[in-house]
């Protein structure tokens, strides 16, 4: 992104499952923006490490924890006094066949993923309205509107998100506010962890040919939570290489 021209200089800007992967990638576009970054993340490790190498804020969370939430969003209002973009991408995977999922399963990622989304914006709303603007950006996937074997429980979280994008970006554009997602295909270690010889089938079905590096996924983000995106609320942009063509 070294070619990047949005300028976040005094905004705040929150970034959840901001410890590794897109999150992360996204908390560094931010950084390199000029803007006041926090980072959350369930994970110690990975946000200690998160944190010294963008020297961005790390705030230990975990989405799905009302309370948590609202220590965030309580740390973030009394560093900087406002919430500028809010970027709801904290995720977990339990994957199984529906009929080996357990109610752990299924609550666990519906607790992060919808959960968490819905957690974070409403704890926002009141600093968004105060203000009398705000973005929210939300992470869903292509899963959420064509499934994905093994994966029921992400898919409705998903597509969950896909809903929730649409409604509260009704509710809240009265107030100034964009509420908008994106839909990545990214090298993640979801990826990472797919057999060989299945990733192969799996990139022949991108009209581009390849999963894109994190980075990659990025710039879409700074589109909208940027003032030339003052106009576009309610809309789910795939940033796929096409697959969802």
Not at 28 to 48: E, I
Not at 60 to 71: C, F, I, M, Y
Not at 103 to 118: K, L, R
Not at 228 to 239: H, K, N, R
Request: contains cysteine; proline residues 3%; hydrophobic residues 40%.
């Amino acid at each position: 992104m070294s070619n990047l021209t949005f300028d976040f200089a005094g905004r705040s800007v929150i970034v959840t499952g901001a410890g590794q992967g897109i999150g992360l990638e996204i908390g560094r576009t931010f950084a390199r923006a000029n803007a006041t970054v926090f980072l959350v993340d369930f994970d110690q490790r990975a946000l200690d490490s998160a944190t010294e190498e963008l020297g961005c804020h790390g705030v230990l969370a975990d989405v799905s924890r009302s309370e948590d939430v609202r220590r965030v969003v309580d740390t973030v209002i009394e560093q900087t006094g406002r919430i500028d973009v809010l970027v709801n991408n904290a995720g977990i995977l339990r994957d199984k066949l529906l009929w080996k999922m357990s109610d752990d399963d299924y609550e666990s990622v519906m607790a992060v993923h919808s959960g968490g989304t819905f957690r974070f914006t409403r704890a926002c709303v009141p600093h968004f309205r105060a203000q009398g603007s705000g973005r929210v950006i939300n992470v869903t996937s292509y899963t959420g509107l064509r499934g994905n074997i093994g994966q029921s429980n992400y898919s409705m979280a998903k597509a969950g998100i896909i809903g929730f994008t649409k409604t509260v970006a009704k509710e809240l554009a009265r107030f100034g506010v964009t509420v908008n997602a994106i839909s990545p295909n990214a090298d993640t270690r979801m990826i990472a962890s797919i057999p060989q010889e299945k990733r192969v089938g799996l990139e022949a079905a991108i009209p581009l040919g390849r999963f894109a590096p994190p980075s990659e996924i990025t710039g879409a983000v700074a589109f909208l939570a940027s003032d030339e995106a003052s106009y576009i609320t309610g809309v789910v942009l795939p940033v796929d290489g096409g697959i969802s063509i």
